[in-house]
């Protein structure tokens, strides 16, 4: 199903995706990689290669909204068409939002809403030329159940599962797929930042998810056409009864949520 395939990925450098990009190389897709850090993009380029797939990258600064432009113009003129984007760059911090700087919020909105929305605009024209595509965004099952000390955060991913939804409605014309993830915590690189003190890794280290196994679910939901990945699968049955019962799920489990 991938073979041969032009799959772009953001924040490949590190976490879900760079284990996104070694499973799609090994499927005979063509990976492009998008992160900031050129060593670790270079270093993961020669690791693929050295295990048969075949990877490009390109350094881009996902806050730059003429950065976005001009380096998928060049994925668009290299490889003449993008088959998958997976939008997987993300950065969150827990903290209480009464003592949050501005920086940190802006930060979040810049990265999980505003690059993810340029990036995906900037890949589109593409996908509606030759009527067909597919779109992943990584959001959370924060963005439907937000706790305290991810109230930003939530919000950044309750925006991406919405600009998903809608998304979908608006090019299902054109034969362009829209997935939404809804992880719940993953064991990744992005805590060192999230959550320095480790405190949340402590309190939810039994429930994280790995990297790789994150992945995989992905990739199967794009062969099996899912609409919405929900991880691990009784944190997304959870988000359900949440979602119908706000008020009843908030006192049952409340304490237990609240583990930041």
Not at 34 to 42: F, P, T, Y
Not at 155 to 174: C, P, Q, W, Y
Not at 231 to 247: D, H, N, T, V
């Amino acid at each position: 199903m991938f073979q041969k395939k032009i799959i772009v990925i953001t924040g490949a450098s590190s976490g879900v995706g760079r284990e996104l990009a070694c499973l799609f190389a090994s499927k005979g897709a063509q990976v492009v990689l998008l992160a900031r850090n050129v060593e670790k993009l270079a270093e993961l380029q020669r690791q693929i290669n050295i295990e048969g797939g075949s990877a490009d990258y390109y350094s881009l600064d996902i806050t730059d909204i003429n950065s976005i432009r001009l380096i998928f113009e060049k994925i668009v003129l290299r490889f003449q068409h993008i088959d998958i984007l997976i939008n997987c760059a993300g950065v969150g911090k827990f903290q209480f939002f009464s003592k949050m700087g501005s920086d940190v919020i802006d930060q979040m909105l810049a990265v999980n809403v505003h690059g993810l929305i340029h990036c995906t605009q900037a890949a589109l024209p593409s996908m509606v030329q030759q009527k067909h595509g597919c779109i992943v965004n990584i959001a959370s099952l924060a963005g439907i159940i937000t706790t305290s000390k991810s109230v930003v955060y939530g919000a950044t991913k309750h925006a991406v599962i919405g600009f998903s939804n809608g998304l979908r409605m608006e090019t299902l014309k054109d034969g362009i797929r829209v997935i939404v993830v809804n992880p719940g915590p993953i064991r990744t690189p992005f805590l060192n930042i999230a959550d320095p003190s480790g405190h949340y890794l402590k309190n939810a280290g039994r429930f994280m998810l790995d990297a790789r196994t994150v992945a995989e679910k992905v990739i199967s939901g794009i062969e099996k056409n899912k609409r919405e990945i929900n991880l691990p699968w009784y944190m997304g049955i959870g988000a359900k009864l949440y979602q119908l019962m706000p008020g009843v799920f908030e006192k049952i489990f409340g304490r237990i949520i609240n583990m930041k």
